[in-house]
């Protein structure tokens, strides 16, 4: 498949093209050793209106903590400007090859489908990483944001119809084009389909909020109780997950997570429509493994030490943290979608 390449930023030496599996790159699983992780601390108004202060403390909480098993970049450090905080969907997807070690890809923002003001700033994100840093970097047309891909590192993509598949993001690619590009840059041979995601995601379904990889052939995924409002889609993406093979052709092992109990928060009129109340996407799933360490998004629910227990079973030999995320998922994501981590040059 030949990459689209559109005007870039950086030296002529740091720009990339062709198939990144092909010359042997592949993006590493997210529990593989880390460098670092980028964050964006919250600082727009309108995605955190009314509790803004509040979000900033829990992020800076969960920042301290982070900072404890691995280096954490601000992009506000470097003076590049953002329009929001969500860098693992704008920031650079790391890939790694055994010998020349982390290239990025930059992949097109469109504020998840056009949803939003034109992110021009968000865009820019990983080129200007690139410059800074030195990181090699393939730049394409295709729109893909971080949060609807989650990999195993051996050979499998986890994602979701409902986002891939939307009319707002690549109308003409077809199936056949975005599982090439997914093949061609990500190091995959085999692609996992979920139906969709919970409601309150304005990402059109982001697998970081619904399904997660924790090792090489094990998934843990959201599952809610009859009467609860994802109930339906959960069980359908369920379903999907129980014949669903490695790419060995290997059956998956797939772990139940539970889900909290609907949240919901009053919006500006103007946001959501009259009346402005409105479910967010609180869910255990939106996890960050870094470095031997699960940082759990928790709100202040039943379901929380449920969760963190999941996790304690599943991830042996790993400290799991709860970090409260009650405020900041009413920006519509926690801490896997406020992080981008970037993983060690050495495998």
Same mark, same amino acid.
């Given at each position: 498949? @030949? &990459? $689209? ?8 030496? +740091? ?7 092909? +010359? ?7 529990? #593989?050793?880390?460098?670092? &992780?980028?964050?964006?601390?919250? %600082? ?22 982070? %900072?404890?098993?691995? #280096? ?44 939003? #003001?034109? @992110? ?21 047309? !295709? $729109? ?6 989650? /990999? ?11 986002? +891939?598949?939307? =009319? ?19 190091? /995959? ?23 997660? !990889? ?17 109930? #339906? ?25 539970? &889900? ?23 869910? %255990?799933?939106?996890?960050? =493994? ?7 998004? &928790? !709100? ?9 227990? /999941? ?17 900041? $998922?009413?920006? +519509?994501?926690? =801490?896997?979608? =406020? ?9």
């Amino acid at each position: 498949m @030949r &990459v $689209v390449v559109r005007e870039m930023t950086t030296s002529d030496q +740091l720009q990339l093209t062709g198939s990144a599996t092909a +010359l042997g790159y592949r993006m590493p699983a997210e529990w #593989e050793p880390q460098s670092c &992780v980028w964050l964006v601390r919250p %600082h727009n108004e309108e995605t955190w209106p009314g509790c803004l202060t509040a979000a900033q403390a829990e992020w800076d909480a969960w920042r301290a903590v982070l %900072h404890q098993v691995v #280096e954490v970049r601000e992009i506000s450090a470097l003076g590049i400007p953002t329009n929001d905080s969500w860098i693992r969907d704008f920031g650079p997807v790391f890939v790694r090859h055994p010998a020349r070690g982390i290239a990025g890809h930059s992949f097109r923002f469109n504020g998840w489908g056009d949803k939003y #003001e034109p @992110r021009t700033l968000d865009d820019a994100v990983p080129a200007a990483i690139s410059a800074r840093w030195g990181m090699p970097l393939w730049t394409h047309d !295709f $729109v893909l944001e971080g949060g609807s891909i989650d /990999v195993n590192g051996s050979g499998t993509v986890l994602t979701t119809r409902q986002c +891939l598949e939307g =009319l707002n993001r690549n109308p003409s690619s077809g199936l056949a084009g975005i599982e090439s590009t997914l093949q061609d840059s990500l190091g /995959v041979t085999n692609i996992v389909w979920l139906p969709g995601g919970i409601k309150g995601d304005d990402t059109d379904g982001h697998i970081d909020d619904i399904a997660r !990889f924790i090792s090489r052939d094990t998934i843990v995924a959201l599952r809610a109780p009859q009467g609860h409002p994802d109930h #339906e889609v959960l069980e359908a993406n369920w379903d999907a997950l129980q014949s669903a093979c490695d790419e060995s052709g290997q059956r998956l092992k797939v772990i139940a997570l539970p &889900v909290p109990e609907p949240i919901e928060y009053d919006f500006p009129a103007d946001r959501f429509g009259p009346g402005g109340r409105s479910m967010v996407p609180a869910s %255990h799933a939106n996890f960050l =493994l870094s470095n031997g360490t699960a940082f759990v998004p &928790v !709100f202040g629910g039943a379901s929380d030490d449920r969760a963190l227990e /999941v996790l304690a079973r599943v991830l042996p030999g790993w400290q799991i943290k709860g970090v409260m995320a009650r405020n900041l $998922v009413v920006g +519509l994501g926690s =801490l896997h979608c =406020l992080s981008c981590h970037q993983p060690s040059a050495l495998a």
